[in-house]
Structures are given as C-alpha cells and as structure tokens.
C-alpha cells in the first residue's frame, strides 16, 4: 500500500490471490479500473506460462524420439544417454531359437570324391611298440578339410595365324577375338571382379586394388577399375530403359528417396523398385522434377507405395502409405502426448495386417464384412481422436493472425488418417499392395551404407555410374543370379533383361 492508501500492481508479479483482490477491491475506489489492469496481467501471465510450458514439451518431445517412434535411422539411438530397447511389431510365435523343423540346413558335410586323399600310415602300436607296417588295414576314419588353393593369375595367350598367299602374295592375318583388344589386358572375369569389389561390396577403389593385388598377385590400378565400370555403365543404357519399362507395366511399386552427397553438395537418390526389379538415379532435387527427369512415374497408372511424401501425390495413379512409418508416429503420440486414440489405431493396423496374413493365399482382398468390421472401428478411432484434439479457442490474440492455423503433431496426424483412410487401409482391399514399403527402404539403405564407408560422390557422373550399375546388381540378386556372371555379361556387351528377370 501507498502513502495514499491504495494498492499499486506490481506488472512483475506472478500471481494475485482472490483475497487480496477482495482487499483491493475493498480500499481501492477506483477498484473497476484496477481489476482490469490485473486481469490484463494475468492473462499475460497465462498466455507467457503456455508458451513456456509448450516449448519445454517440445523440447522433450525431441528428446523422446529415437527409431521406433519417429523415422530418426537406428544409427542415432547410440548418441543418447540410454538406448532404447528395441520393439518389434512381431509377436511371439513360440517356435524354439534357431533352425525350424523342414529348413535346409548348409551344414559341411564330407564328399564322396575328394580332389585329393592324403594318407596317414600307422607304424607301432601304441600300447606294445610292436611293428604294424605289415599288418593288414582293417578301416580308415576320415576328415575331410574344405580349403582355396593357392590363387593366381591364369595367362592365356592368344596367338593369330599370319600367312602370305602362294598366288598373290598377299599377307593374311587371323582375326582375333572381339573382345581380345590390345597386346596385354586383363580379361572380362578379373575385370567383372574388380567392379564387383566396388560397386557390390562398396569397397574404396584403392582397397580394392590392393585386395587383388594380395589375392590374386595383379597390379590393378583405380584408373583401370573407373574405366571398367565406365564401360559397364555404358554397357547397361539399354538394359536401364527396359527396366523402366517393366516398372512401369507393373501393378505396384515401391518409391522411396534419401540425401546423398555430390561433389560437397546436397543431392537426392530416388528408388523404384518391385520385388525382382530396381531402378536408381541421382538427381540435385528431391521433389517432382527429379521423379518426371527418372521418366517412370508420369507414365504410371498403377499402385505406388510410398512415405506420404506430397510429391508423390501428383502422379494421378492409386497411392498406398507406408503403415510402417504410421506405426512409429503413432507411438510417438501416445509416448509423448498419451493420447489414447493413437494406441487404438497402432493396434488396429496391426490386426489387419495380421488378419491379410493369415487370409488364404489365392485371395485377393479380405471378406466384406471384414472389411466393414474393419473401417467401423478405424472411423471410431479417428473420432475419438478428434474429442482429443479439438479446435483451438479463438483469442484476441490469434484471430486476428492470418494464413493456416498451427496444429499440434497429434492433429496433423490424425488429419493424415482421417483424409487418407483409403490410401492407409489399401493393403486390406487389394493383396498385391504390401502393409509397408520396407522393399524400397531396403533397396536404399546399401546406398547410404556406401555413403557411409566412402563418403560424398566426386562428381555426377561417378555417382550416375554407380546408380545404374548398383541397379542392376539389385535386380540380379533379386533374381537369385550370379553378380559376377551378371557384371562380366555386361562388361562383355551382353546384358540381357530376360536373361535376369525369368
């Protein structure tokens, strides 16, 4: 109180009591104006608190994340103080660890026809010390070792006729082989390796040559192992252009992008890929420029599965989510949030998935009223959600604000399930869509581990070759053939579709 007798408002206060108002209101006459300036206060206070308590919420929600509740790689839950234990969307199947009853086993086992026999005669007894190199041989044990002999560099020399011609003359030379070049060159199978160690098995150019260099006792140098791979990558134009063509026929494909390093800057690599095919391309954008300049999805009518990145949505062809990605958001939200309606939904998508599983094989979608079952309980679940997330209050501080209203995490994901419901549930109705789209999360992560054992691409070109040769790498492993016979078949000018994906 003043020397007046009144109460002056301190702005600085945090809190007034409903007693001490009283008071004031009490001995203060001017008490309508006062209150006022304490109620301005208050809700200053309030609003300050909200923000406060707002940011601290975020920056615990960030704290939170790690790979099973957000899409931050697994590599990044090693930089927290405790990781975090691993959760599988699999339940128990109460099958004994290791090798099931009917699985084929690669266990060693001894040959019928060693290469070579090395015979262990026995001389004395070893109780008596009698002489037994006379006595007859009752049986043998035996002990098979599987071994590489020595490796090394096999010289064939090829050797042209030269004749001159009793008639004419003339000097007559026999052709050499197309392939069959210069006067010393290596041959298509160590060549098929070298690009084979780099492109396959990522190992750094230099690395690689010393690894023939120690195996196989040839001096291969890095100018040679890029000029091989520079003739393969021209080699697979063709086959490229066809693999594309088949993508593009197909009923579902999977598509996915990552950040990837190019001469010190920020590019993206786009995959499109089926379960026998894959086709990669680098490019400097990430959005629609780059998937119209890969030439795939602008002539695609077919299903695309992806992570709901908004580009993807405008190709006019039938769209399927990544539930997946959906999973981990949802733990996000009941993690950090407890909002119940994303535990729901989480165990919802799972028992679809897990009733699609045990449909009958030649089905095509689940039964009708499956079906009906199903939807009722995903329309519950979303309005629920929205009881949980209702519209903000209009304020005199934010009506006035113009443009879209920021919306918590939870309500933008519950926006995402409540306007993409056919897109999130296609796998139920349609059994050729998969629940996620790990095939093309699969078919990226090789490339990021490149990134990570040797680093940023040096030029376009390089990173180019390496798409193009890592693809179809990728579609002859999904065929179960051979790398090195596939690589030497196109350093030799002979890569052939039908050959990879019948």
Known sequence: MDKKGLYTIDKKSSTI???????????????????????????????????????????????????????????????????????????????????????????????????????????????????????????HERRQVFDIPPITIRVTEHCAEIKNCPNCGCTNKAEFPEWVKQSVQYGSRITALSVYLRDYQLIPYDRSCELLSDVFGCEISPATLNKAEKVCFENLELFENEIKTLLIQSNVINCDETGMRIN???????????????????????????????????????????????????????????????????????????????????????????????????????????????????????????????????TPTNKKKRGRKKQSKSKNLLDRFTSYKDDILRFMNDFDVPFDNNQAERDVRMMKIQQKISGTFRSTEGALSFCRIRGYISTAKKNQRSVINAIQNAISGEPSVSDLCN
């Open 17 to 139: 009591s409903d007693a001490n108002l009283d008071v004031i209101i009490a001995l203060n006459s001017n008490s309508t104006a006062i209150i006022n300036e304490l109620r301005e206060i208050i809700y200053q206070k309030d609003e300050e608190i909200a923000f406060l308590k707002a940011k601290i919420k975020n920056f615990e929600e960030r704290l939170n994340k790690n790979s099973s509740n957000s899409s931050k790689p697994p590599s990044t839950d090693a930089f927290v103080n405790k990781k975090p234990r691993t959760k599988s969307l699999r339940k128990k199947s109460g099958k004994k660890p290791g090798g099931q009853k009917g699985h084929k086993g690669t266990t060693l086992r001894m040959v019928d026809n060693p290469d070579e026999t090395v015979p262990h005669k026995l001389h004395r007894c070893e109780t008596c010390g009698i002489n037994l190199e006379d006595v007859e041989i009752t049986n």
């Open 264 to 394: 010190g800057s920020r590019n993206w690599l786009h995959v499109v890929s089926t379960g026998n095919m894959t086709c990669y391309s680098a490019h400097p954008k990430r959005g629609s420029k780059a998937m119209n300049d890969m030439g795939i999805l602008p002539n695609y009518d077919g299903t695309i599965i992806h992570d709901f990145w908004s580009p993807y949505y405008k190709y006019s062809c039938m769209h399927a989510l990544c539930n997946a990605h959906l999973l981990r958001e949802l733990t996000g939200i009941y993690e950090n949030y407890d909002q119940q309606w994303s535990k729901d939904m989480g165990d919802l998508l799972i028992a679809i998935k897990e009733c699609v599983d045990e449909a009958p094989e030649m089905s095509d979608g689940l039964e009708a009223d499956q079906i009906k079952n199903f939807e009722e309980k995903y329309d519950h679940i979303t309005k629920a959600g929205l009881k949980e997330n209702p519209l903000p209050l209009i």
